[in-house]
């Protein structure tokens, strides 16, 4: 790396074993675009340079004492790679570098050691002085014969010491791997049979992810494996085995895993490259249509509350009670890597659930599920709605919900209202009582010809006196008073015994309110629904029956006349 004019001048000061020192002494222009004045003092001279910063100055001022100083310059040092000359570096330590990156293991055998022959008792070891060696005895010094292994390949060197003799046969195998790539680009070049690529993507992807491509094209199985493992522990060599489907099967060997996975990749792509083309049929020619038919009625039934995501229902519960919303906590994670189970527990308020699932989403939505059944919001088992297609009307006249303190009004409007179901009832009401019908399936009217005047006679007796003599004549006995006053719900029942029109009564979880909350549903012309709520269930019971009670003793002052024009205009 090339030093800076300020590296070098802090150079030539301690060469010179003087002192030097930056200044600033001027600074001028605006805040956006300043000019710094700097001075440098380098002995008994003083050089002065200009900058857009104070650096930038003081190294122009450095450049400028380097070409005008009158100081000695220190003699150049020799850099670090021309001290470490390859000329230092002998050839077996350069082969076994290179065969390393080739992943190729490199041996030295020595093939014939020299002979050495005794005259008088004495060997005659080689002498440096050759020459009397010759002139005496008439023939050259034995020399060592070494054998390098380069992979598959042999190098032959001589010498007149077994370290000379392994330098030349070094020497001999550089000048032939020098030439040679380290790494062969093409599978099959010793046969000369690489198959060119076919597109400008197949060049992108690797021999891994084609043989993929090919195999699920054919829908066969694709399986890497390692076979074995030989050599070194610095220099291992792995071989991998590549099996598709149960008949094609090759073999890759590299210095890594990757590699002789990438090998044996590339046989397979030469292997699977010969076989025909696969037929496919384009479905481009086939007419599809799209069917609208039922597009707005699946647009309303993704909208409705049981159809929610149990997460987002939470959620929604808890802002239209405004309180906090849940929170969802993973308690633990188990299982092994590629079958994982997440534990998941939701909190909302005093109310808890855990939850699984394979992945992180799942167990969160189970917990959701498990607390809103826990909380009375859904059933374990999903109920399909039935269907209103037929004969009969579902859930009443127009298969309306409602939801406590909701009366369903007179329903000359039934006609027009028939395709928006929930009309008049918030989302709210539908998300906090998803599952509360005005009618069940076998829950219809029997009775739509009952005297609407008797019914609100009946029904002010008991709120005035407790019994109704009307009642008991209708029932064709008289019933035996008691001391203790007959409660709201016997009260409704009895009526509707006597008038026979059916009663259900329909409770609810407390969950985080103070009360019971109940609701009774009146098969009557027209239905009534009335709510109730108590410390008990009991007490809700009788607070719904009394609501019943006082809205039948209403029926009879202006709902006679549209009852019965409407039994007339719509007989069933």
Same mark, same amino acid.
């Given at each position: 790396?090339?030093?800076?004019?300020?590296?070098?001048?802090?150079?030539?000061?301690?060469?010179?074993?003087?002192?030097?020192?930056?200044?600033?002494?001027?600074?001028?222009?605006?805040?956006?675009?300043?000019?710094?004045?700097?001075?440098?003092?380098?002995?008994?001279?003083?050089?002065?340079?200009?900058?857009?910063?104070?650096?930038?100055?003081?190294?122009?001022?450095?450049?400028?004492?380097?070409?005008?100083?009158?100081?000695?310059?220190?003699?150049?040092?020799?850099?670090?790679?021309?001290?470490?000359?390859?000329?230092?570096?002998?050839?077996?330590?350069?082969?076994?570098?290179?065969?390393?990156?080739?992943?190729?293991?490199?041996?030295?055998?020595?093939?014939?050691?020299?002979?050495?022959?005794?005259?008088?008792?004495?060997?005659?070891?080689?002498?440096?002085?050759?020459?009397?060696?010759?002139?005496?005895?008439?023939?050259?010094?034995?020399?060592?014969?070494?054998?390098?292994?380069?992979?598959?390949?042999?190098?032959?060197?001589?010498?007149?010491?077994?370290?000379?003799?392994?330098?030349? &046969? /070094?020497? +001999?195998? $550089?000048? @032939?791997?020098?030439? *040679? =790539?380290?790494?062969? %680009?093409?599978? !099959?070049?010793?046969? #000369?049979?690489?198959?060119?690529?076919?597109?400008?993507?197949?060049?992108?992807?690797?021999?891994?992810?084609?043989?993929?491509?090919?195999?699920?094209?054919?829908?066969?199985?694709?399986?890497?494996?390692?076979?074995?493992?030989?050599?070194?522990?610095?220099?291992?060599?792995?071989?991998?085995?590549?099996?598709?489907?149960?008949?094609?099967?090759?073999?890759?060997?590299?210095?890594?895993?990757?590699?002789?996975?990438?090998? &044996? /990749?590339? +046989?397979? $792509?030469? @292997?699977?490259?010969? *076989? =025909?083309?696969?037929? %496919?049929?384009? !479905?481009?020619?086939? #007419?599809?249509?799209?069917?609208?038919?039922?597009?707005?009625?699946?647009?309303?039934?993704?909208?409705?509350?049981?159809?929610?995501?149990?997460?987002?229902?939470?959620?929604?519960?808890?802002?239209?009670?405004?309180?906090?919303?849940?929170?969802?906590?993973?308690?633990?994670?188990?299982?092994?890597?590629?079958?994982?189970?997440?534990?998941?527990?939701?909190?909302?308020?005093?109310?808890?659930?855990?939850?699984?699932?394979?992945?992180?989403?799942?167990?969160?939505?189970?917990?959701?599920?498990?607390?809103?059944?826990?909380?009375?919001?859904?059933?374990?088992?999903?109920?399909?709605?039935?269907?209103?297609?037929?004969?009969?009307?579902?859930?009443?006249?127009?298969?309306?919900?409602?939801?406590?303190?909701?009366?369903?009004?007179?329903?000359?409007?039934?006609?027009?209202?028939?395709?928006?179901?929930?009309?008049?009832?918030?989302?709210?009401?539908?998300?906090?009582?998803?599952?509360?019908?005005?009618?069940?399936?076998?829950?219809?009217?029997?009775?739509?010809?009952?005297?609407?005047?008797?019914?609100?006679?009946?029904?002010?007796?008991?709120?005035?006196?407790?019994?109704?003599?009307?009642?008991?004549?209708?029932?064709?006995?008289?019933?035996?008073?008691?001391?203790?006053?007959?409660?709201?719900?016997?009260?409704?029942?009895?009526?509707?015994?006597?008038?026979?029109?059916?009663?259900?009564?329909?409770?609810?979880?407390?969950?985080?309110?103070?009360?019971?909350?109940?609701?009774?549903?009146?098969?009557?012309?027209?239905?009534?629904?009335?709510?109730?709520?108590?410390?008990?269930?009991?007490?809700?019971?009788?607070?719904?029956?009394?609501?019943?009670?006082?809205?039948?003793?209403?029926?009879?002052?202006?709902?006679?006349?549209?009852?019965?024009?409407?039994?007339?205009?719509?007989?069933?």
């Amino acid at each position: 790396k090339e030093k800076t004019p300020m590296c070098l001048v802090n150079e030539l000061a301690r060469y010179n074993k003087i002192e030097h020192q930056y200044r600033l002494t001027n600074e001028e222009g605006p805040p956006h675009k300043k000019k710094f004045t700097v001075t440098l003092k380098f002995g008994n001279e003083e050089y002065t340079a200009d900058g857009a910063s104070i650096k930038k100055a003081q190294h122009a001022a450095a450049s400028i004492a380097l070409k005008k100083t009158m100081y000695k310059h220190p003699p150049p040092k020799s850099s670090r790679s021309q001290r470490g000359s390859k000329g230092n570096i002998t050839p077996t330590v350069e082969l076994n570098a290179l065969a390393m990156k080739r992943g190729e293991p490199t041996v030295y055998t020595i093939v014939e050691s020299p002979q050495y022959h005794q005259y008088n008792g004495f060997v005659n070891y080689h002498s440096h002085r050759g020459m009397y060696t010759q002139r005496y005895y008439g023939s050259k010094p034995p020399l060592y014969k070494v054998v390098v292994k380069v992979g598959e390949r042999e190098f032959s060197g001589e010498g007149i010491s077994a370290q000379a003799a392994r330098h030349d &046969a /070094a020497s +001999k195998a $550089l000048q @032939l791997l020098a030439s *040679l =790539p380290v790494e062969d %680009t093409c599978p !099959a070049n010793r046969n #000369a049979t690489c198959v060119e690529p076919e597109s400008t993507t197949t060049e992108l992807k690797s021999p891994i992810s084609l043989v993929h491509e090919i195999a699920l094209k054919r829908n066969l199985h694709v399986q890497f494996e390692v076979v074995s493992e030989k050599g070194q522990p610095h220099m291992r060599t792995f071989v991998t085995r590549c099996q598709v489907g149960d008949k094609f099967q090759t073999i890759g060997e590299g210095n890594g895993k990757k590699i002789s996975k990438k090998r &044996a /990749a590339e +046989k397979m $792509l030469d @292997l699977l490259r010969t *076989l =025909p083309p696969t037929t %496919t049929v384009s !479905a481009s020619g086939l #007419a599809y249509k799209k069917d609208m038919k039922n597009k707005i009625s699946e647009k309303y039934e993704a909208e409705s509350v049981e159809d929610m995501n149990p997460i987002s229902r939470l959620i929604q519960i808890q802002q239209a009670k405004k309180e906090r919303e849940p929170v969802y906590t993973l308690r633990e994670e188990r299982g092994i890597p590629r079958r994982r189970e997440f534990i998941m527990e939701v909190k909302m308020g005093e109310h808890s659930f855990i939850g699984s699932g394979p992945n992180k989403k799942l167990a969160k939505r189970n917990a959701a599920e498990g607390l809103l059944q826990q909380l009375g919001y859904s059933s374990p088992t999903d109920e399909k709605p039935v269907s209103s297609s037929g004969n009969g009307s579902v859930g009443g006249v127009s298969g309306r919900q409602l939801v406590p303190g909701l009366l369903l009004m007179n329903d000359n409007k039934a006609t027009s209202s028939q395709h928006t179901p929930h009309k008049g009832i918030s989302y709210i009401q539908r998300l906090l009582f998803p599952r509360i019908g005005l009618f069940q399936p076998s829950f219809k009217m029997f009775c739509l010809g009952i005297n609407v005047k008797t019914t609100a006679t009946i029904a002010k007796e008991y709120l005035s006196n407790g019994n109704s003599p009307t009642a008991d004549a209708l029932a064709g006995h008289k019933r035996a008073k008691g001391s203790s006053v007959v409660r709201p719900t016997e009260q409704l029942l009895y009526l509707a015994q006597v008038l026979n029109f059916q009663v259900q009564f329909s409770d609810f979880p407390k969950g985080n309110h103070s009360e019971f909350l109940s609701l009774v549903s009146l098969a009557t012309d027209p239905p009534q629904v009335c709510h109730g709520a108590g410390a008990t269930t009991e007490l809700s019971h009788d607070q719904a029956a009394l609501n019943a009670l006082r809205s039948l003793s209403e029926m009879g002052l202006d709902s006679i006349t549209p009852a019965a024009t409407k039994k007339e205009n719509n007989p069933l």
